[in-house]
């Protein structure tokens, strides 16, 4: 068992504990001159390797290992600090080059044998670091800590909402809940590794001087002069802390440019040039001030005219195109997936196979706009169709209990310039036009005061509206119009014909898709049912007909537990859903009641009653049974004068029937009059007041001599 869980070896494995071993141990152990070359060159590699990798990344996380990698190279470069000062201090009196070429060169060379600018040298890199680089990345990183773990909580809500409303999957859920650790992590670690930075400035600065004092102390006891001990031991201290310091500025650095990465997703090239340099106007302007500076007597003027023609030359260069994932194209391309994501398409060749395919392809649900209305689904410009719609998924799924399919949003150059349609399934189902320049006054009680403005309909309810202009809208709202913009009103008449047309949404995938949710919590009610009682197609005509008759699904584990009672008594999917619907009466009445407490409702009249039973006995028994045409106009007529009354009431319109009519009545008001609920008694809960605004069919049924 031990064998299994062991995995092979690797060189690394071994090589990387061994060597942070070793660069311990060089604090205590001897190492020669050749070797500290060697280990010098090293740090200064590695040190470039981390700079310029933190340049190439495109967002921090790239990096998570550089709070680890910082620690390991400033242990390494304090080691190297400890082994050179022992070289330094045991044989700096037999010459400059004891502790290697490198220090000797970065004394002599690089400082030109003057020691006092090598030393000035070394104090303006530390003065950099120290105060400028690293405390500047420090307190970023501080703060990109704080503000992460303050955001935690909402990130993790807002992840759990999404996986609620069927936007991730549990595995993208999982994944993002990771990311958004190690986001935490990372600025953490790196808040504590601008300490290391910190210290090794310090340690740097105290190294030097230890070198300084303590080798002209051993020099003059060891028989050297004192200029002669000075000259020495001076080149070797500050040989010593420049080719340290070069690394640590590096390696500063790199720290400051992983904590400052901003969320752009570029690189750092492609970040100065699209957005320092992108912008012709700053550059051109730059130029002129650059060429009017040359022109200053006194003022070097071939260089300034030179980068003053360099900077024109970037200005009169073609602004690049920006890219952006949600641009809708000429010919009608995806600018946009709701829920799955904006994606460009890629170019396919005409009559190719994948062409062909993709012709195949048909979106459930598609928002159709002409080009004045593009804008809005630019995240950039400000647009925030994209989210509006984007965020009905997550709504309808807690109002409806479904998850509604991803929209797709695009331009057609078919349609009028400020006009947009909506499509189920390839379908047209409505439209719509939005006036450029102004956004709609809706009048909610057809009271308000005249308001300047062409006159319309609201497209989603049919109220009376106006177009204004926006300076008008303070004026307007305070008429008691609403006010909304274009947005709004598309995402608005988007979920209201989503949720009227929810039951065309769901199929046999759909409905698996639940179930599968359901079972994780009641595996064994949904083995129960699917496939020993009900098939997956019963089981979904029941849910449509209650999604039809704006019945949520959401309490599915209810559904389910009635579904497994009741399917012993009937197989019939339109007698199972009435007697589901019996089981849901709480939920039922809560979405009838009123604010008072009360369900208002229009009652059938008892002759009314009469004559449906009557009808429906002779339907059945194949004698006719239709009812009179004229009954049915009344009928519609009356329940539409008694719309008012609700209205008044603030409430919805419902009509309240006996259980076994209320199928029937359903019928007939669905055609007549859509905007009625049809519920039965022992849908309502019998603790809840019923409140009768009118009796519906009195008089009608007399009239007709068909009364009893």
């Known amino acids: 068992m031990e064998s299994a869980n062991l995995a092979p070896l690797r060189i690394r494995d071994i090589a990387v504990p061994l060597g942070i071993i070793g660069v311990v141990l060089m604090m205590v152990m001897p190492v020669p001159p050749i070797l500290l070359d060697v280990l010098l060159t090293f740090s200064v590699a590695l040190s470039i390797i981390i700079f310029l990798t933190a340049l190439f990344i495109r967002d921090a996380l790239e990096f998570s290992a550089f709070p680890t990698i910082v620690l390991v190279a400033t242990l390494l470069r304090l080691s190297l600090n400890v082994a050179s000062t022992r070289l330094i201090l045991l044989h700096g009196h037999e010459g400059s080059d004891v502790a290697g070429q490198m220090i000797e060169a970065f004394g002599h060379f690089v400082v030109g044998g003057q020691i006092v600018v090598g030393l000035v040298v070394f104090l303006i890199l530390v003065v950099i670091n120290f105060v400028v680089i690293t405390k500047g990345a420090g307190r970023i990183a501080e703060v990109a800590a704080r503000f992460t773990l303050d955001a935690m909580p909402g990130k993790q809500m807002a992840i759990d909402a999404d996986l609620s409303a069927g936007n991730l999957t549990n595995d993208d859920a999982r994944k993002r809940r990771k990311e958004l650790e190690q986001e935490a992590d990372f600025y953490g670690a790196m808040d504590g590794a601008s300490k290391f930075v910190q210290g090794d400035a310090v340690a740097g600065l105290l190294i030097t001087a230890i070198n300084l004092i303590g080798g002209l102390i051993i020099g003059v006891v060891r ?74 007597p006194g003022m070097p003027t071939l260089p300034l005219l030179s980068f003053a023609g360099l900077l024109a030359y970037v200005a009169s260069r073609p602004a690049e195109a920006p890219k952006k994932d949600a641009v809708v194209g000429a010919t009608g391309a995806t600018s946009g997936s709701i829920g799955a994501g904006a994606e460009g398409t890629k170019a396919l060749k005409p009559g190719s196979a994948e062409d062909v395919d993709k012709a195949l392809g048909l979106d459930v649900l598609t928002l159709e706009l002409g080009y004045e209305l593009v804008h809005l689904v630019d995240a950039a410009a400000g647009g925030t169709l994209l989210d509006r719609v984007g965020s009905l998924r997550r709504e309808i799924a807690r109002e409806l209990g479904i998850v509604v399919p991803s929209a797709h949003i695009c331009d057609n150059l078919d349609l009028q310039p400020g006009q947009y349609r909506i499509l189920f399934s390839g379908n047209a189902i ?43 809208s303070d004026m307007a709202e305070a008429l008691g119009y609403t006010v909304v913009d274009h947005a709004t009103v598309m995402a608005t008449h988007f979920g209201e014909l989503i949720r009227n047309n929810a039951y065309r949404l769901i199929g046999r995938q759909e409905v698996q898709h639940l179930l599968d949710l359901l079972a994780k919590k009641y595996p064994k009610l949904v083995d129960d049912v699917v496939p020993t009682l009900l098939t997956l197609g019963d089981i979904l005509r029941v849910l449509r007909n209650l999604l039809r008759e704006h019945v949520s699904v959401r309490d599915l584990r209810t559904i389910m537990e009635s579904l497994a009672d009741l399917s012993e008594q009937t197989k019939d999917s339109e007698q199972l859903t009435e007697l589901v619907r019996e089981r849901l009466a709480t939920q039922i009445t809560a979405a009838v009641t009123g604010r008072d407490g009360s369900v208002a409702a229009l009652a059938l009249d008892p002759r009314l009653e009469d004559t449906l039973r009557t009808s429906l006995r002779e339907i059945a028994q194949g004698i006719g049974g239709a009812l009179d045409p004229k009954l049915l106009n009344d009928l519609a007529q009356q329940a539409q004068g008694a719309l008012s009354k609700f209205a008044a009431l603030s409430v919805s319109p419902i009509v309240i029937a006996p259980p076994d009519l209320r199928r029937y009545v359903r019928a007939i008001f669905e055609h007549k009059v859509p905007q009625y609920a049809v519920v039965s008694f022992r849908e309502v809960e019998p603790a809840v007041p019923l409140r009768v605004v009118e009796s519906l069919g009195r008089g009608a049924v007399h009239a007709l001599g068909q009364g009893v």
């Open 223 to 296: 028989g050297m002069e004192l200029g002669k001990s000075a000259e020495t031991f001076s080149v070797l201290s500050v040989g010593d802390a420049l080719v340290s310091q070069i690394p640590a500025l590096l390696i500063s650095s790199a720290a400051g440019i992983v904590v400052t990465r901003s969320a752009a997703g570029e690189q750092i090239a492609d970040t100065f040039m699209t957005q320092l340099f992108g912008r012709r106007r700053p550059v051109a302007m730059t130029a002129g001030i650059i060429a009017a500076l040359g022109l200053v």
């Open 430 to 472: 409505a439209e719509g036009t939005c006036v450029n320049g102004r956004i709609l006054a809706i009048d909610p009680t057809g009271n308000s005061p005249p308001l300047e403005g062409d006159a319309t309909t609201e497209p989603t309810f049919g109220m009376p509206a106006r177009w204004i202009l926006r300076r008008d």
